[in-house]
């Protein structure tokens, strides 16, 4: 949970004044619930919501308003309009053409998205600041890796309501700021609590208030006037009335729920140790599949810096799904170790301390491979492709080698889902990542970068032979035949590739991955299945 300063007092953002009520160890847990609820709704100076936020609810409200009348509001608000074409042509929605106009935006995305994504562009403005004492930095990391979570994981699961759980999940936390700001003095004692106690923060919210941040935000969005649903949502996104939600409410209480658990987990407010559950947990809420959750944790960090450049909002140093999986490792061999030392204090259970000890580490050994391996294709993960290219362009800055990288992706894959389904897809993969792998055995390093794309590192000599073995690969997954469920497939693929020939500039690991990336872009215009090689 993000830290708060409890000794500053403020009356920027919320308006924070001094009401004279002070906190006693005799006052009836109900009042004090009434009095903290009280003073952040009724706080003299809340900001107002800007101009075209309130334009969208009214007309969200109005039954008869049309996508002409948000283009309407929108053409007021340059800015506006300039951040959401921005956020549409980003990989965020994936566009295959340039959208250039919110009427384009709004036939594409509907309008229900382009209303939802003006009134989180709204809110963000609203509470960006860096005043008053508040730890700005922690608090957006939290709600926007919720929100972005929450996002994907509805994408994912085919939720109408993910764009909705996005806004949920970007006002999760506003309680606990509210609180900061209108009402200090009662909420002060909270704060020190929690340095004390290893409880849930909410839980030490609703021993000492009788309420949860949750509960706040929602007391306070309802006041602002925003859709029922959303509110319901954030008050319940902790789990207390969760399953009373109905509709709407409901989906977005349950994929908030669940992304603000794994968001524990990414922004290290739980420890890494917590993610399987949170994983099972997610599952069994949402619906989602283990294979589409793990596709989603493996982008996240990138989604998360990808939406914070967009919103403009500063969240400091994230963490990749990698990070949190070798950490979970060491922190079971930690706890391995630990047990070790205490099973080598008698003499008598020496031996059975040795034999856990290999155990253990067969264990590790295990969840390393992994943890850096892929389930469907066998091939190295993304984690272990980003260890190894740092690793190539590491040595190759002190050795003046050169440093090779094809990205290469499977053509029309999501269309060859649709046809043929999921099933179908993934012995697709497995046999493209077999003949990956066995081309490429002996010579150089291949990957599966994620979804249908594949990634395969040369160093030295085997740099020079970059051409020829991207097109060896290209002919062979051409020529390979499928088979599946009694049918025979064949796929084709797209190919870039990037060669360093002085690799002790100053090019870094994204630099190159770019370079690879814009010739395999290049490659797909250019009619699919063939050769991009960057000059």
Same mark, same amino acid.
């Given at each position: ?11 920027t ?23 903290? /609820?009280?003073? +952040? !709704?009724? $706080?003299? @100076? %809340?900001?107002?919501?800007? *101009?075209v936020?309130?334009? &969208? ?24 309009t ?9 990989s ?6 340039? /959208?250039?106009? +919110? !009427?384009? $935006?709004? @036939? %594409?995305?509907g309008?229900? *998205?382009?209303?939802?994504m &003006?009134l ?9 600041s860096d ?29 109408r ?9 970007l ?12 009402a ?13 106690s290893e ?18 935000g929602a007391?306070l969005?309802d ?5 029922e649903?959303?509110c ?6 902790l ?13 977005i ?5 669940a ?10 407010d739980?420890?890494p ?5 949170a994983?099972?947990?997610c599952?069994?809420e949402?619906?989602?599949t ?8 493996e ?15 500063h ?6 799904y ?17 047990a ?9 259970k ?5 034999q856990?000890a ?13 943890a850096t ?9 993304r ?15 002190k ?13 029309h894959?999501?269309?060859f889902n ?7 897809g ?15 055995k002996?010579?150089?390093?291949p990957?599966?970068y ?5 990634a ?26 499928i088979?599946?469920n ?5 796929v084709?693929?797209?190919f ?19 370079q690879?990336?814009?010739?395999l872009?290049k ?5 699919r299945n ?6």
């Open positions: 949970m993000f830290l708060l300063d409890p000794g500053v007092r403020s009356n953002m919320f308006g924070y004044q001094n009401w004279g009520l002070v906190p006693h160890v005799e006052r009836n847990r109900s009042e004090m619930e009434a009095s903290i /609820i009280e003073r +952040v !709704k009724s $706080a003299e @100076n %809340l900001p107002s919501l800007p *101009t936020a309130v334009e &969208v609810l009214r007309l969200t409200k109005d039954e008869n308003a049309s996508a002409n009348d948000l283009a309407e509001v929108l053409q007021n608000d340059p800015a506006m300039a951040k959401l074409l921005k956020v549409v042509n980003s965020m929605f994936g566009l295959s053409r340039e /959208i250039t106009s +919110v !009427k384009q $935006a709004m @036939n %594409l995305l309008w229900r *998205t382009v209303r939802i &003006v989180s562009f709204s809110l963000v403005e609203m509470m960006s005043e008053g004492g508040f730890d700005y930095e922690s608090y957006w990391r939290q709600s926007l890796t919720t929100a972005v979570t929450a996002r994907l994981i509805g994408k994912a699961a085919k939720s309501c993910a764009e909705e759980a996005f806004v949920a999940g006002l999760s936390n506003i309680g606990q700021l509210a609180a900061f700001q209108c200090a003095d009662v909420y002060q004692p909270v704060l020190e609590a929690a340095r004390e409880k849930p923060f909410f839980e030490i919210e609703r021993e000492l208030l009788g309420v949860t941040y949750a509960q706040l007391s969005l006041g602002w006037g925003l859709p649903s959303l319901q949502a954030i008050g319940a996104h789990g207390d009335g969760l399953d009373s939600l109905e509709n709407e409410a409901d989906q209480g349950h994929l908030v729920h992304a603000s658990a794994l968001a524990g987990v990414f922004c290290r739980v420890p140790d917590q993610l399987d559950a994983k099972a947990s599952m069994k949402t619906n989602v283990q294979e589409a959750l793990e596709e989603v944790l982008g996240l960090d990138d989604a998360v810096r990808e939406t914070a450049s967009l919103l403009s909002i969240v400091g140093q994230t963490c990749n990698a990070q949190i999986q070798m950490e979970a490792m060491q922190h079971l061999t930690q706890l391995s170790m630990q070790e030392v205490e099973r080598q204090t008698s003499q008598t020496a031996n059975e301390a040795l856990e290999d155990r253990l580490q067969q264990e590790n050994q295990v969840i390393r491979k992994k391996t892929d389930a469907l294709t066998k091939l190295p993960n984690a272990a492709f980003d260890e190894k290219l740092e690793e190539a362009l590491a040595n190759a800055k050795t003046s080698d050169r440093v090779g990288l094809i990205m290469m992706d499977v053509d894959f999501k269309k649709d046809t043929y389904g999921h099933q179908a993934d012995e697709v993969l497995r046999v493209v990542g077999a003949t990956i792998a066995t081309i490429t002996g010579v150089a390093f990957a599966r994620g979804g249908e794309e594949f395969v590192i040369l160093s030295g000599e085997a740099a020079d032979s970059i051409s020829l073995t991207a097109e060896h690969l290209r002919r062979h997954i051409e020529e390979k035949r088979e599946f009694g049918e025979t497939f064949s084709t693929a797209s870039g590739a990037a060669r360093l020939q002085a690799p002790a500039e100053t090019l870094t690991v994204e630099q190159v991955i770019e690879a990336d814009q010739m872009y490659a797909k215009e250019n009619g063939r050769l991009e090689l960057a000059a």
